[in-house]
């Protein structure tokens, strides 16, 4: 009579669980191999927890980093082999333990790594520290599930009772079921892995998984120079600054109306991270942003220790008669310089309410940190300066208007940048930001402050070979572009060239 079959739950669950995490160590190690070039320089370079010294060693020298990545990966397949088929588990999870507590430290999610992991945003506990946890947890089990390793027991048993050693009788019917459970991960890694596969041929390889982040180093070999520095304040800036437009979805794409849906869908998180570190690498150290974008700059930073100078805009709270809502919020975010948004600089002089304006910048440099003032406009910066804002430095709009959708300058009036767009091909439609380049030059020559020139592409109307050197020709101390990833490099190197030759640059560089 054939025994009912009785499920072990306990052990099903002890599967699964060991059998999961073994699969999250293997998609890390096949996807490390799979990523081109791939190396954990980035990773360890970038820590900043208590034991950062350590990884910063670690990535210090090109030996030692090929052990490391090699150990990395291989230390991952095969500890991620071993649990999924159960053949050594107890030693791949004192592997997989001490693994994941090198990850664990490397980003801790408390201090100022408190947002270590791109998963993690709890203090102490992450993903990190779970699978380890559960790892100690099938470590002290006596029992480790269904898998190939006590297939093989099995199998030895059977042989031995077989041969007489035990003298006790086998039950056939069991032997074949338990091959059949102990069997499972053959399935498991068939099904997982075509998925895998399917998914990387459709979107490509998680680049935010563990240790993955990337950039293209071997473009950092085609730098013509080192990008010079100048000063905001107390802060050491790179001549050129990374604008914030392309990130936060900002086109000023004139009709193309899909064009920011376009930005935002190519720059996605993993992108974002991509070019910001490419961007540092090379040597720009400033991002200048809407304020929307604080949260994603804090969380970059954090997640990969970045020194990122983040220079944010910050604007009045009309409504609430709240001037400083967003100064306190952008501090509170780590916000390095803050200045009064263009476009509100241009509204409240517009509506006779220079107060705000000089109110921001005390509120600011009350914090102790650096304040600017930007505009759209020049007739706003000339009022601040009649009278008496004198802000750290400026940032204005600087760029000619001889291109194809600039329209005519007797058409243009005062403030009408961000305002109403006109269907009108003569009138204002989001295709021009400064409006009067000689009145916009003739003050910045007369200004003994820094400069920094921002919208010098016109949205893209201009070429950086144009744009670059007019800022620069008529005095702009800083520039200030938006740009992909893919433009990084090139963008640099026509920067230096304009530099090492400024043209008739009539003003001494400030800052």
Known sequence: MKKAYKADYPKIFITILRMAIGWHFLYEGVSKILIKDWTSFSYLANTTGPLSGFYHWLASSDALLQVVDVLNVYGLLLIGLALVTGLLSRIASIAGVMLLTLYYFAYPPFGDSLLGSDEAHLFIIDRNFIEAAALLVLIFLNETGYG????????RSERAEKGGLTGSKVEHSDTRRDAIRNLVSVPFLGLMGWGAVSTNKKYGIDALSGATIQIDRAALGELKGKLPMGKLGDHEISRLIMGGNLIGGWAHARDLIYVSSLFKAYNTEKKIYETLILGENAGINTINIGFPTNALM?????????????????????????????????????????????????????????????????????????????????????????????????????????????????????????????????RFHDNIFCLYPDRTVEFVNRSKIPVVGFKVLAAGALTPEDGFKWAIENGADFVCAGMFDFQIIKDINIFLDILANPGNRKREFYG
């Open 148 to 155: 190939i390793g006590i297939l093989i027991k099995n199998i």
């Open 298 to 426: 804090a969380k970059y930073k954090r997640n990969t220790g970045s020194r990122i100078k983040v220079i944010s805009h910050v604007a009045p709270n009309m409504e609430k008669g709240d001037y400083f809502e967003q100064i306190n919020k952008a501090v509170d975010f780590g916000a390095d310089i803050l200045q009064v948004q263009g476009n509100w600089c241009d509204w409240l002089v517009r509506d006779k309410k220079p107060e705000v304006i000089q109110a921001m910048i005390e509120k600011i440099r009350s914090q102790g940190i650096t304040a600017g003032l930007a505009g759209h406009t020049i007739d706003s910066l000339i009022f601040c300066e009649e009278q008496g804002i004198v802000p750290d430095y400026y940032m204005l709009t600087m760029h000619h208007d001889n291109y194809w959708s600039a329209h005519p300058r007797e058409n243009r009036v005062p403030f009408e940048v961000d305002g109403e767009k006109y269907l009108d091909h003569n």
